[in-house]
T-cell receptor, first 116, second 114 residues
Framework: GAVVSQHPSRVICKSGTSVKIECRSL??????MFWYRQFPKQSLMLMATSNEGSKATYEQGVEKDKFLINHASLTLSTLTVTSAHPEDSSFYIC????????????FGSGTRLTVV | GNSVTQMEGPVTLSEEAFLTINCTYTATGYPSLFWYVQYPGEGLQLLLKATKADDKGSNKGFEATYRKETTSFHLEKGSVQVSDSAVYFCALSGSNFGNEKLTFGTGTRLTIIP
C-alpha cells in the first residue's frame, strides 16, 4: 500500500534557528501534499496545500514566510520552520494523494517539534 | 464551507462495551467521509471510509454508514478492546476526490479500561 515517510519524527531546536521537515511518498507519486499542524489534544489544522512544481497555497492566518513549503518533486515535499519560536512547538503531519488515484490520503507519522 | 462536528470526548468505556462516536457534517455536493485513528505519538491512519450515500465503511470491527438524510457518519463498534484506545477523527473531503483537502472534526479521545 501507499506509504508516506516523514522525517524527523522528533526534533528539538533553539529559538531563532530553522528546522526542515521532510515528507516523502515511498512507493507512489504524489501530485498534492498537505501540511497540518496539531496542537495538544486538538484537531488537525491545515496549514497549506503543496502541489509539485508550483507555489504552495496557504490557509488563512498561516505565515508563508515563516513556514516555507517546497514541493520540488513528485515524491518529496519539505516544510521549513524559519526563525523558530517556542510557540511554534507542535506536532506537524503531512499527507499525500497519489497521482491519478482515488484511494485517498496517506499520512506521515508526524514530527514533534520542540523549540527551546 | 465544509465542516465536521464530532462528539466531544474524552470517552471512557470498559472492555467489551458498545461504542458510538457521533459525527455530523455540513458540505456542498456529495462529500466523501472518513474516520481516522491516531495512536499516541503517531500520525493518522485511515480506519474506514464511505464515498456515497448509504455506503457502509467497515474495518477492524468498526462500522460507519453514510447517512445523507441526517448528514451523519457515526462510528460504532460492538465490543471494544483496550487496544482501541486512541483518538478518532471524523473527516470529509469534497466531491472531487483528486486534490481536495480534508476537513477534520475536533477528535474524540477514547480510553478503554480492562
Amino acid at each position: 500500500g501507499a506509504v508516506v515517510s516523514q522525517h524527523p519524527s522528533r526534533v528539538i531546536c533553539k529559538s531563532g534557528t530553522s528546522v526542515k521537515i521532510e515528507c516523502r511518498s515511498l512507493d507512489f507519486q504524489a501530485t498534492t501534499m498537505f501540511w497540518y499542524r496539531q496542537f495538544p489534544k486538538q484537531s488537525l489544522m491545515l496549514m497549506a496545500t503543496s502541489n509539485e512544481g508550483s507555489k504552495a497555497t496557504y490557509e488563512q492566518g498561516v505565515e508563508k514566510d515563516k513556514f516555507l513549503i517546497n514541493h520540488a518533486s513528485l515524491t518529496l515535499s519539505t516544510l521549513t520552520v524559519t526563525s523558530a519560536h517556542p510557540e511554534d512547538s507542535s506536532f506537524y503531519i503531512c499527507s499525500a494523494i497519489r497521482q491519478g488515484g482515488l484511494d485517498g490520503y496517506t499520512f506521515g507519522s508526524g514530527t514533534r517539534l520542540t523549540v527551546v | 464551507g465544509n465542516s465536521v462536528t464530532q462528539m466531544e470526548g474524552p470517552v471512557t468505556l470498559s472492555e467489551e462495551a458498545f461504542l458510538t462516536i457521533n459525527c455530523t457534517y455540513t458540505a456542498t455536493g456529495y462529500p466523501s467521509l472518513f474516520w481516522y485513528v491516531q495512536y499516541p505519538g503517531e500520525g493518522l491512519q485511515l480506519l474506514l471510509k464511505a464515498t456515497k450515500a448509504d455506503d457502509k465503511g467497515s474495518n477492524k470491527g468498526f462500522e460507519a454508514t453514510y447517512r445523507k438524510e441526517t448528514t451523519s457518519f457515526h462510528l460504532e463498534k460492538g465490543s471494544v478492546q483496550v487496544s482501541d484506545s486512541a483518538v478518532y477523527f471524523c473527516a470529509l473531503s469534497g466531491s472531487n476526490f483528486g486534490n481536495e483537502k480534508l476537513t477534520f472534526g475536533t477528535g474524540t479521545r477514547l480510553t478503554i479500561i480492562p
